[in-house]
């Protein structure tokens, strides 16, 4: 997910060789098949200039097995048998996009069903676009088709229910509003610019409740991720009106037959709009992944689906199968990456500072952003209280992406991406606890990552990749807790790692 803001510099090189002892560092030939679409007639709007960050100049090297790249293979069944998850809430949607008007009318129909043992007197929804001034118009609102009125303060909108939901029981909603679409701005991926629309966390949805802490709602904060997600289906149809000749759309699934984009299981559904996509795609076992990119990022754009498709077989046969068969990778101008289900963003600075070599932000950032599709659109978490419970398995699933297919580039890996930026912190902080974004980030992701390999060899490879195995099994379609983390974990080792979590973890 993830407002992550580095840059590789190409100068260095010549310093890197030094450094090496004369080795010379040079990109691996992409040799995977990769169908790239012609270059599209309209002529992309310029992007601004990128700032580079320096050269890690440390290294700490990991054990590391001799290996290669990783083919999409069966995982190894997890031990543990699972209970099935709650039943899911249903999203159905129709909407208009007016590209002219900028505006997105939307008729949106919710069945929720109450998963919980505990009756529930309302529904508490989070609506992300009203974070900003005349966006979010609500028109009108009923429950089991009865008009209802609620209280919207923020992004926080809770509706009282007439009678309480009792476990097992289910009710619908029915939402009409229309969305004044925003201009893009660097640090915000919603809304429209030039060339390019993007409706991410666009509609109201119900936050999930949980019995003993209650509707898990968080509020909005200048970085990390606030937003806690159910897992959920969606049915969605959209129509543009005014689009540009041309026009592709990115989608978290693409749309059937009959028109209709459906997912299931999935925490979101996002689109991204551009009449100047172009697009390249690789296949991992009978996943297809799609990279949709700008002409002027083509070098990048070209190359990045082999290494995603090496990273979703990597993540398959060490993690679990992902119930998808798409996947899309999407340039657009902010400053991060960030993950959605079953399409990620990435920075266009990252495609433009792409030089071919493996150990970059466009490459690290990329396959960071794919491992959130196994944590976080499967396995989710409250990602504003323990945000480390996704970020900290991403970044280390970079590590394992490298280990497994760039042996030769780990101890380059750990530098440039951990090491450089010499992090401290308490892995367990909230998002709330850090007053800027770079403790939060050597604290929640460097310092996670190093948790994880220490655990790794404190508790042996084997032990280790079958409590992931068992603990992505066990959690998918959930809300994991820290608890759930520590309880599985327990079941795969007997060796103490008390001082581990001592290090890491604030009391």
């Known amino acids: 997910m993830r407002r992550l803001r580095y840059d590789l510099v190409g100068l260095v090189m010549a310093a890197l060789s030094l450094w090496l002892g004369g080795c010379v560092y040079a990109a691996r030939p992409i040799t995977a098949p990769v169908t790239a679409t012609p270059p599209a007639t309209a002529t992309a709007t310029p992007f601004a200039p990128v700032t580079n960050t320096p050269f890690p100049p440390t290294m700490t090297p990991s054990n590391t097995p001799a290996a290669t790249a990783t083919p999409l293979a069966s995982p190894t069944p997890s031990p543990t048998a699972t209970s099935r998850p709650p039943a899911r809430p249903r999203y159905d949607f129709t909407a208009v996009l007016d590209f002219w008007a900028r505006t997105l009318t939307v008729d949106e129909r919710i069945v929720y069903p109450n998963a919980s043992p505990s009756a529930l007197d309302r529904l508490v929804l989070n609506v992300e676009p009203a974070q900003w001034p005349n966006v979010f118009h609500l028109e009108s609102v009923t429950l089991d088709g009865q008009p209802v009125r609620g209280t919207l303060n923020g992004t926080r909108w809770v509706l009282p229910l007439p ?4 476990p097992g029981q289910s009710l619908v909603l029915e939402i009409h509003y229309r969305l004044v679409l925003p201009y893009r701005t660097g640090s915000r991926i919603f809304g429209m610019d030039a060339r390019q629309t993007n409706l991410v966390d666009w509609y109201p949805f119900v936050v999930p409740y949980d019995p003993k802490q209650g509707w898990l709602w968080q509020k909005p904060w200048p970085f990390g991720d606030h937003l806690v ?23 978290s699934a693409p749309p059937d037959a009959n028109g ?23 296949k991992a076992g009978d996943i297809t992944i799609t990279s949709y990119y700008f002409p002027d990022l083509a070098a990048g754009g070209k190359a990045l689906p082999t290494y995603a498709s090496q990273a979703v077989a990597t993540y398959t046969q060490v993690y679990g199968a992902l119930p998808r068969r798409h996947l899309a990778i999407v340039a657009t101008d902010a400053p991060d990456g960030m993950e959605y289900s079953g399409l990620v963003f990435l920075s266009a600075n990252f495609y433009r500072t792409y030089n071919q070599a493996l150990v970059s932000n466009l490459v690290s950032l990329g396959v ?20 480390w419970m996704d970020e900290a398995l991403a970044v280390y699933s970079e590590w394992l992406f490298y280990q497994r297919n760039y042996p030769a580039d780990v101890r380059l890996w750990w530098g440039f991406r951990v090491n450089y930026f010499q992090p401290q912190g308490y892995i367990n902080r909230s998002i709330y606890d850090y007053p800027s974004f770079r403790p939060y980030v050597n604290a929640t992701y460097l310092q996670g990552a190093r948790f994880m390999e220490a655990l790794r060899r404190r508790i042996g490879d084997q032990a280790f990749f079958a409590f992931l195995r068992d603990y992505y099994t066990q959690m998918q379609g959930r809300i994991a807790t820290p608890q759930d983390f520590f309880r599985i974990l327990d079941t795969h080792t007997t060796k103490s790692y008390q001082d581990i979590v001592a290090r890491y973890f604030a009391p």
């Open 229 to 251: 997600y159910p897992s959920a289906d969606y049915d969605i149809v959209l129509t543009l009106k005014h689009a540009a000749a041309g026009t592709r759309i990115a989608a």
């Open 260 to 282: 209709h984009y459906r997912l299931r299981a999935a925490r979101t559904f996002v689109f991204s709009l551009s009449p100047y996509f172009q697009t390249a795609t690789a």
């Open 368 to 387: 960071h952003e794919l491992s959130h599709q196994w944590w976080y659109d499967q396995v989710g978490n409250d990602q504003a209280l323990h945000p």
């Open 163 to 166: 009678q309480p939901l009792r």
